[in-house]
């Protein structure tokens, strides 16, 4: 069976910091891209950050650059997002997918066959 378990979330004030776990099992990690994914209430969703296991590229929006951070621990099949400087804006549901494909590209989400469910990131100014 196919899981992708999103953790981590919480409430900070602005400025603050978390760190987002997707544990993932029942595929092969290593050959996937996994990408983290963020959806606000009336807002369409939106792709923050992908990394790939096959060739290591990592890829971030812009206004993730230089405040988050992807990694990926394959021992533990596990992919984390430290999120720093967080803003009101990033306010949000953040979840998790992975493509089959093991590239992180724009339209990486058209290549995700796997999704986790929701962690609830929320930002008080």
């Known amino acids: 069976e196919v899981q992708l378990q999103a953790s981590g979330g919480g409430l900070v004030q602005a400025g603050g910091s978390l760190r987002l776990s997707c544990a993932a099992s029942?595929?092969?990690?290593?050959?996937?891209?996994i990408g983290w994914f963020r959806q606000a209430p009336g807002q369409e969703r939106e792709e923050v950050s992908c990394?790939?296991?096959?060739?290591?590229?990592?890829t971030y929006r812009h206004s993730a650059k230089g405040r988050f951070t992807i990694s990926s621990d394959t021992s533990k099949n596990t992919v984390y997002l430290q999120m720093d400087s967080l803003e009101p804006e990033d306010t949000a549901v953040y979840f998790c997918?992975?493509?089959?494909?093991?590239?992180?590209?724009?339209?990486?989400?058209?290549?995700?066959?796997?999704w986790g469910q929701g962690t609830l990131v929320t930002v008080s100014s």
């Open positions: 029942g595929f092969a990690f290593g050959t996937y891209a």
């Open positions: 997918g992975a493509g089959w494909s093991g590239a992180c590209y724009e339209d990486f989400d058209l290549d995700v066959n796997y």
């Open positions: 990394i790939s296991n096959y060739d290591s590229t990592k």
